[in-house]
């Protein structure tokens, strides 16, 4: 399985982003519709931390700090996940990884670098 992420960048604070993973490489005859997708994003010298979360019920989670801010969905083929990212803050710089997860099986992508500057 590989999850290849996308989106990251330099925005001014107050603007916006829109981070994907698309997930890739599953079993034949399998899909990533049992997956739970998450974001997750670790700034310098911070622990990772989970932003989002898009579980395979069609649930989703959000860190407390972000959930009036980002918004995570999946496309129809379940295989791929997005972070929209509104009114953004110096704070929020940090690389952004996509994880995702099926009991045993966690997978993580490379990370994407979101630099807010203000």
């Known amino acids: 399985v590989q999850l290849q992420a996308s989106g990251g960048g330099l925005v001014q604070a107050g603007g916006f982003l829109r981070l994907s993973c698309v997930a890739s490489?599953?079993?034949?005859?399998?899909?990533?519709?049992?997956?739970?997708m998450s974001w997750y994003r670790q700034a310098p010298g911070k622990q990772r931390e989970l932003v989002a979360s898009?579980?395979?019920?069609?649930?989703?989670n959000y860190a407390e700090s972000m959930k009036d801010r980002f918004t995570i969905s999946r496309n129809k083929a379940w295989n791929t996940v997005y972070l929209q990212m509104n009114n953004l803050k110096p704070e929020d710089t940090a690389v952004y990884y996509c994880?995702?997860?099926?009991?045993?099986?966690?997978?993580w992508g490379q990370g994407t670098l979101v630099t807010v500057s203000s």
């Open positions: 490489g599953a079993a034949p005859g399998q899909s990533f519709n049992s997956y739970d």
């Open positions: 994880n995702i997860k099926r009991g045993q099986r966690d997978y």
């Open positions: 898009f579980s395979s019920l069609g649930t989703t």
